[in-house]
């Protein structure tokens, strides 16, 4: 049996829904506490698509990568969901004040990061530590709202999943819907099973469109984003797959 996962980082660790091919209905939830556990899980997935960034460019750009520039084109009032992501030597800054003096000098025009950016470092690292060009033949990053774009038949979504850092219920919803719509089991969709100091049930529907991605990159259905990727310094394709 062909299984697929999606992933998503989150206060406890990281979400994985795990899926047969075939079988949404099917899918599980399991939460784990770090990548490195997400590569160890058996029966190896035979793509994980997770939601954070892979292939970190030397210098920072308006828009950040070429790949978060494509990807952000058809998200509408929803295209700040995808961040620009930062130069490699600003992400490995484990002090905010640090980083933000290394981006300025590592982008162009120069600009700082934001804090919510930089939240997302440790987790970035992580994957990064971890990741080769051989295993980018199986992991591979995906961002879920371009996931729930492709969901939506290639329309922006018309509500956030957060407003003001909290989870806005009509925004879930809408999402809920697409993966119910999708094959997905509603009442898994309707309650997360983990604690909120753990993950919220944004993180979780996250983990869901992460999945289905996955699923339609091993069906040959999947959007890569641009279509000709660049790599960075390591050989690490930036592309995002929706």
């Given at each position: 049996?062909?299984?697929?996962?999606?992933?998503?980082?989150?206060?406890?660790?990281?979400?994985?829904?795990?899926?047969?091919?075939?079988?949404?209905?099917?899918?599980?939830?399991?939460?784990?506490?770090?990548?490195a556990d997400v590569l160890a899980i058996r029966p190896e997935p035979e793509v994980i698509a997770v939601?954070?960034?892979?292939?970190?460019?030397?210098?920072?750009?308006?828009?950040?990568?070429?790949?978060?520039?494509?990807?952000?084109?058809?998200?509408?009032?929803?295209?700040?969901?995808?961040?620009?992501?930062?130069?490699r030597a600003a992400v490995m800054c484990v002090d905010y004040g640090e980083a933000c003096r290394v981006a300025l000098v590592n982008s162009q025009?120069?600009?700082?990061?934001?804090?919510?950016?930089?939240?997302?470092?440790?987790?970035?690292?992580?994957?990064?530590?971890?990741?080769?060009?051989?295993?980018?033949?199986?992991?591979?990053?995906?961002?879920?709202?371009?996931?729930?774009?492709?969901?939506n038949g290639r329309r922006e979504l018309t509500t956030p999943k957060k407003v003001k850092s909290k989870p806005f219920e009509p925004g879930l919803a809408q999402r809920r819907a697409l993966l119910a719509a999708a094959g997905y089991d509603r009442a898994l969709l309707?309650?997360?099973?983990?604690?909120?100091s753990v993950a919220g049930p944004d993180d979780l529907l996250d983990a869901f469109a992460c999945s289905w991605t996955a699923a339609r990159i091993v069906r040959n259905e999947a959007i890569c984003f641009p279509a000709a990727p660049d790599c960075d310094a390591r050989g690490l394709r930036m592309e995002i797959w929706g």
């Open positions: 049996m062909t299984l697929v996962a999606g992933v998503d980082g989150c206060r406890g660790g990281w979400i994985v829904a795990l899926r047969p091919l075939a079988a949404p209905e099917r899918a599980e939830v399991r939460m784990v506490p770090t990548f939601d954070m960034p892979i292939g970190l460019p030397q210098a920072g750009s308006l828009g950040g990568r070429p790949c978060d520039v494509a990807a952000r084109a058809g998200l509408g009032g929803r295209q700040s969901a995808v961040f620009a992501v930062p130069a025009p120069p600009r700082k990061v934001s804090k919510q950016t930089f939240n997302l470092f440790a987790k970035i690292r992580e994957v990064d530590a971890l990741l080769t060009p051989e295993l980018q033949t199986r992991i591979v990053e995906c961002h879920p709202e371009v996931a729930f774009w492709a969901l309707d309650a997360c099973p983990f604690r909120v």
